[in-house]
Nanobody
Framework: QVQLVESGGGLVQAGGSLRLSCAAS????????MGWFRQAPGKEREFVAA????????SYGDSVKGRFTISRDNAKNMVYLQMNSLKPEDTAVYYC????????????????WGQGTQVTVSS
């Protein structure tokens, strides 16, 4: 199994930036894709970003394109989500997830999930 732990969430003013981190442990060799999803109260889970663990292939949800960047540090078993130009509608619990293949935004294909970290953007 794979364990994922998110951190870095918090309260930020609109227009500001945050960087989320996801630490992976366990059977990391089984992960091909790492993704970020978010869910606001009363809303469906939304795809944010995904990347091959080895890099070179990324995908972003339409609402975050040009503002968010996914990256990873394989030596540290870490995945990051740099969030710039934050908007109040970005407020949600953010989850990192892993998959053995490349499903990008298809959350049903992800088999490993973190516990989530809260991001709140004030207007």
């Amino acid at each position: 199994q794979v364990q994922l732990v998110e951190s870095g969430g918090g309260l930020v003013q609109a227009g500001g930036s945050l960087r989320l981190s996801c630490a992976a442990s366990g059977r990391i060799f089984s992960i091909y894709t790492m993704g970020w999803f978010r869910q606001a109260p009363g809303k469906e889970r939304e795809f944010v970003a995904a990347s091959r663990w080895a890099g070179g292939m990324t995908s972003y949800g339409d609402s975050v394109k040009g503002r968010f960047t996914i990256s990873r540090d394989n030596a540290k078993n870490m995945v990051y989500l740099q969030m710039n130009s934050l908007k109040p509608e970005d407020t949600a619990v953010y989850y990192c997830a892993g998959c053995r293949e490349w499903p990008a935004g298809n959350d049903r294909m992800y088999t490993s999930w973190g516990q989530g970290t809260q991001v709140t953007v004030s207007s």
